[in-house]
Every structure is written in structure tokens, then in C-alpha cells.
């Protein structure tokens, strides 16, 4: 078995799979490594919501999906200055 951690040249999140070859080119190798960092802080946000909701509501998020409440649309308008707005 070959040892990824072992070759002391190896970049963090280079595990040696680029099918299609969109990592030669360095200009696009940045730009897709940003990206991969920016996706997945966004993933982990994603998620710390979903486990905040489960604690919040104390359900699993299961039956959240499962079970939608119908909500009146007059819950969503807003008063003061901006219902003069028209909003």
C-alpha cells in the first residue's frame, strides 16, 4: 500500500486524482484550490445549520423535511416605515 502522508513534495488536498487533467495549468490549479477552500467552509456552515436546527427544535432533520408547516404570507409583512413602501 502506498502511504499518501510519506512523499514529502505532497500538497494538502493533492491525493493524486485529476481525471480530467484540470490541474495543469497553475493558473487554474489556484483557482480551483481557492474554490475548494471557499465550498467547503460553506459546506461546514451548511452543516452546523442543519445541527443547529435539530438542537433548536429538538427533532431529527428528517422529520423536518417531512413535515412542512403551512405558513400564512401575512407572516411575512413587514411593518413600520417600510409597509408605507409598499413592501
Request: no cysteine.
Amino acid at each position: 500500500a502506498t502511504d499518501m502522508f510519506a512523499n514529502p513534495a505532497r500538497v494538502p488536498g493533492d491525493l493524486g486524482f485529476d481525471p480530467l487533467s484540470l490541474g495543469n495549468n497553475p493558473a487554474n490549479r489556484a483557482k480551483y484550490e481557492l474554490s475548494e477552500v471557499i465550498h467547503g467552509r460553506a459546506a461546514m456552515i451548511g452543516f452546523s445549520g442543519v445541527i443547529h436546527q435539530m438542537i433548536v427544535t429538538k427533532q431529527p432533520i428528517i422529520y423536518s423535511l417531512l413535515h412542512w408547516k403551512s405558513v400564512d404570507a401575512s407572516a411575512f409583512k413587514i411593518g413600520g416605515a417600510a409597509a408605507k413602501l409598499g413592501y
